[in-house]
């Protein structure tokens, strides 16, 4: 299983981008989905997470300005991002526990990651 992270790209602060995730092929079901990101010079950090169950979770210097979300049917999560600021820089992740099929345990997998730049 492959995801493929698409949406990054180059935007003036204060602008939008909506970042989106897929796995490349059918597979039995999914727990969470989670975006990262990480800067030049700096470790990866998650920024935000979504259960099967709609839940979410964010790091607090996106709160507000970020959203997550995920569609079952076509196993695809977002990541709305708004009020972007230059410290919002980075290549961003998708992540996500996957179970190919039934009666296998779920594993990670990561998708290749997608640029965004903030410029001020």
């Known amino acids: 299983v492959q995801l493929q992270a698409s949406g990054g790209g180059l935007v003036q602060a204060g602008g939008s981008l909506r970042l989106s995730c897929a796995a490349s092929?059918?597979?039995?079901?999914?727990?969470?989905m989670s975006w990262y990101r990480q800067a030049p010079g700096k470790q990866r950090e998650l920024v935000a997470s979504i259960a099967s169950s709609g839940s979410t979770t964010y790091i607090d210097s996106i709160k507000g300005r970020f959203t997550i979300s995920r569609d079952n049917a076509v196993n695809l999560v977002y990541l709305q991002m708004n009020s972007l600021k230059p410290e919002d820089t980075a290549v961003y992740y998708c992540e996500a526990l996957i179970k190919q099929v039934a009666g296998e345990n779920y594993r990670e997998y990561w998708g290749r990651g997608t640029q965004v730049t903030v410029s001020s």
């Open positions: 092929e059918r597979i039995f079901s999914i727990d969470a």
